[in-house]
Nanobody
Framework: QLQASGGGLVQAGGSLRLSCAAS????????MGWYRQAPGKQRELVVS???????NYADSVKGRFTISRDSAKNTVYLQMNSLKTEDTAVYYC???????????WGQGTQVTVSS
């Protein structure tokens, strides 16, 4: 299971930090990350991080968002700085299990950036 937290309302230019904690059976070689979905739009990948620490950011968030991982706590964090109104969306964390075991989704957390 994944438990996400940290969303909220912030003014443009502000910052928020999202957390996503995994529980249950945790494999060592997993990929975790965040998607987001704005109203009327498709869900899009924001960022992913592998167990080795490799990251993949969407171009729209590069230089503003930073993902980090605490393996001891099975938690990933998304530090979001210089937020823009277009970052407003529901953010979903996910975990890709190895060996074809599929993807696990966390519940969404709303991020609203006001102008």
């Amino acid at each position: 299971q994944l438990q996400a937290s940290g969303g909220g309302l912030v003014q443009a230019g502000g910052s928020l930090r999202l957390s996503c904690a995994a529980s249950g059976t945790i494999f060592s070689n997993i990929v975790m990350g965040w998607y987001r979905q704005a109203p009327g739009k498709q869900r899009e990948l924001v960022v992913s991080i592998s167990s080795g620490g490799s990251t993949n950011y969407a171009d729209s968030v590069k230089g503003r968002f930073t993902i980090s991982r605490d393996s001891a706590k099975n938690t990933v964090y998304l530090q979001m700085n210089s937020l823009k109104t277009e970052d407003t969306a529901v953010y979903y964390c996910y975990l890709d299990r190895p060996y074809g075991l599929g993807r696990v989704w966390g519940q969404g957390t709303q991020v609203t950036v006001s102008s």
